[in-house]
Structure formats: structure tokens, C-alpha cells
């Protein structure tokens, strides 16, 4: 059991440290013209919130989207996120959940309260449009944004890339022996899929599989049904994380047999990794991300074109910004 923790640490810190290094990111998720001295950010603290607001560009009232970024904490992931989709005009709320100071320290047990307040900051600013609200999502910030759209109708556009179709079990970098859910509500934790451990640990993509197919609570499944508005899901073939594809499409099999009314489509990537479902900058530091799996070139194709139908996702779902 000792032996398979500190494999499995190895594994995330390896995983995580390319997410989560800032000059990876910024290379991989800001584009040079968002870094525009007419885009602001304005670092928000209100009712326990550590998050970055950018105001829509234009100065009109316009839609806002929700952004967060994933299992490596903290703000910049969200924030270089937060500003690529800033500069296409939108008001956009950059939430970090976990890793920062006043918020819990690890991926555990995060409240979904919290993300209550958020969407409520967003929805008080003069220049949001609340009835035009979405919310974005990578990795484990996908599997949130689900979490958070399901349980708020009134958000009308999920982007989730790389998702997860469950609530997963927690992520504790300090103790793998600490088996908590990612998420809790009203003070109890949300139902989870726990990590099998009861074979020897190959790879991090392994074991989120076999712990898939040994899931037996069906009240960690996101209920997506119950979101409010279209769903745009992105995915990557050759995920050495986790197995996104296979999930992004238990997650259309759940909205098909609910009989989901809204528009939803999935678009799976050959030769992409997880590190792909991020804007493109043409930065060769890009080619750090490649042990998340795809190839240079699938990669580079995949930013290509998952940027371009996110960005026409939401101008069809929540109108374009200042309009």
C-alpha cells in the first residue's frame, strides 16, 4: 500500500508540476495579445472568495463565464485561462478552489457553497449580463464546473475539457492515506469514487480506469441532467491522466437517456493529451506538456481547434460580449 502511494505521488507531482509550472502555463494558455494593458484584473476577496475579476472590454453590459483551473491549485492556472478568455470581450471570474491562502489546502472536501458565493459575486456586477452566464472548466475544473452547472440552472454554457463523468475521490499531496471526497456540501462530503488500490500501481491513467469500472455508488455520478443550458464537452483520445474520452462520453450517454433538450456535443481528439485543451500560443515550452500524452503535432492541432469552437461555443450560447 506504501509502495503504490508513493507511486501514485510520483505520478501526480510529475502530471501537476506541467500543469501547474507558470511558465508552462503562460506559455501554453495566455496568448501575447491577452496580456493587452486594456484588459484588467482586479483580485477579488469578498465573502472568502480568492479569484480574479476581468471586466468585459467593452464597457457594456455583456455575458460572464466562470473559469477554473485544475488539480494544480492555486490562481495562475485560472487566471492564464481567465485571460485568453477575457480578451474575446467577455466578463469572466478567474475562481481559485483550493491551494491558496484562505482556502482549503488540498483537493479535498472543497465546499460547493463556495461556488454559490462566486456565482452570486458574478451575477451582482453592473456589467454582467446575469442572465447570460457560463462556466469553463479543465480537468478536475471541468469535472467542477459539471458539479457546479448541475446544481444551477441558471448558468447557460458549460465548456468542460478533459472531464470527468464522477465526483472523484479527493487529491491530498501531504497524505495518499487520507481518502476524503473532492467536494462537500453543507458541512457532509459529496458521494466519490475512491482510487482501487487493490493492484499494483502501473500508471496514473490505470488506475483512474480500473477505479471507473469498479465504481459502485451511483450517487457520485454528476447528475448533468440537470444543467440549465448547452453543454460543449472536449476530450482526448491518448489522456495518460485520466480517461477523459471514455468519461466525456458516459457523460452524453446520461444527457441521451434523460433526454436532455438543451444542444450538447463532444469532440474527441486522436493523438491529443490532457495538457492539449488549452488556447494555443505557438511557444515551444508547448512541448513539456507532451508526457500528458498526444503528439506535437496532435496537440498542436487540437489547441487549434478546440480554441476556435470554444470561442464560437459561447458567442452561440451566450451571445457575443457588449452585444
Do not use: C
Not at 221 to 243: F, N
Amino acid at each position: 500500500m506504501i509502495i503504490i502511494e508513493k507511486l501514485l505521488h510520483t505520478a501526480l507531482l510529475v502530471g501537476l508540476a506541467s500543469l501547474a509550472n507558470p511558465a508552462v502555463a503562460s506559455a501554453e494558455i495566455l496568448p501575447a495579445s491577452a496580456s493587452s494593458p486594456s484588459l484588467a484584473a482586479i483580485p477579488v476577496r469578498d465573502h472568502g472568495l480568492v479569484a480574479t475579476w476581468y471586466p468585459p472590454t467593452s464597457g457594456r453590459k455583456s455575458p460572464a463565464i466562470i473559469v477554473l483551473g485544475g488539480s494544480e491549485g492555486g490562481e495562475e492556472g485560472g487566471q492564464y485561462l481567465g485571460k485568453s478568455i477575457a480578451k474575446h470581450g467577455y466578463g469572466v471570474l478567474s475562481v481559485a478552489y483550493f491551494g491558496a491562502e484562505g482556502l482549503p489546502a488540498n483537493q479535498q472536501e472543497v465546499p460547493l457553497e463556495y461556488f454559490d458565493t462566486a456565482l452570486a459575486w458574478l451575477a451582482a456586477q453592473p456589467m454582467v449580463d446575469r442572465k447570460r452566464i457560463g462556466i469553463y472548466g479543465i480537468s478536475v475544473g471541468a469535472e467542477t464546473a459539471l458539479v457546479v452547472a448541475a446544481r444551477h440552472p441558471e448558468i447557460k454554457a458549460v465548456v468542460a475539457a478533459v472531464p470527468s463523468s464522477v465526483v472523484w475521490q479527493g487529491i491530498n499531496m501531504r497524505d495518499f492515506t487520507s481518502i476524503k471526497s473532492t467536494y462537500s456540501l453543507a458541512g457532509k462530503p459529496v458521494p466519490f469514487v475512491p482510487y482501487d488500490n487493490s493492484k499494483s500501481f502501473t500508471s496514473i491513467l490505470d488506475l483512474y480506469q480500473r477505479s471507473l469500472a469498479k465504481a459502485v455508488s451511483q450517487d457520485a455520478v454528476i447528475p448533468v441532467e440537470r444543467i440549465g443550458g448547452p453543454i460543449l464537452l472536449l476530450s482526448a483520445k491518448d489522456d495518460r491522466m485520466w480517461p477523459s474520452t471514455m468519461m466525456a462520453e458516459q457523460v452524453v450517454a446520461r444527457l441521451e437517456s434523460a433526454g436532455f433538450k438543451p444542444f450538447y456535443e463532444h469532440i474527441a481528439y486522436a493523438d491529443a493529451g490532457h495538457g492539449a485543451m488549452s488556447p494555443p500560443s505557438g511557444d515551444a515550452t508547448m512541448a513539456q506538456l507532451d508526457n500528458l500524452g498526444g503528439t506535437k503535432t496532435g496537440n498542436q492541432a487540437a489547441r487549434m481547434d478546440m480554441w476556435r469552437r470554444v470561442v464560437d461555443f459561447f458567442a452561440t450560447s451566450l451571445g457575443k460580449a457588449g452585444k
